[in-house]
Nanobody, 114 residues
Framework: QVQLVESGGGLVQPGGSLRLSCAAS????????MGWYRQAPGKQREMVAT???????DYADSVKGRFTISRDNSKKMVYLQMNSLRPEDTAVYYC????????WGQGTQVTVSS
């Protein structure tokens, strides 16, 4: 059963912005810490941003100050606002529960290129 659906990716020029969305379906969604991850060609999947049940956030150094993770518990949604995008941000972006991950979704492709 599909538990996570990412959307919002696309092609954007350097310096541009995108907002990614993640639709979750677990019961008691508000009780799970969530994260955004990305995988670029030839690289391991890496954590980009996390948000706890209480709303505390953490970011990879590479995106700090440019990306913002947020959540809407009533809609079971997680968002990633990405600003000042760089070519090195190009990757497939995924969301997941942190401590008890679900199967990975299809991800959403973000391509930053001029």
């Amino acid at each position: 059963q599909v538990q996570l659906v990412e959307s919002g990716g696309g092609l954007v020029q350097p310096g541009g912005s995108l907002r990614l969305s993640c639709a979750a379906s677990r019961s008691h969604f508000r009780l799970y810490d969530m994260g955004w991850y990305r995988q670029a060609p030839g690289k391991q999947r890496e954590m980009v941003a996390t948000i706890t049940t209480t709303g505390s956030t953490d970011y990879a150094d590479s995106v700090k100050g440019r990306f913002t993770i947020s959540r809407d518990n009533s809609k079971k949604m997680v968002y990633l606002q990405m600003n000042s995008l760089r070519p090195e941000d190009t990757a497939v972006y995924y969301c997941n529960y942190q401590s008890t991950p679900a199967s990975w979704g299809q991800g959403t492709q973000v391509t930053v290129s001029s």
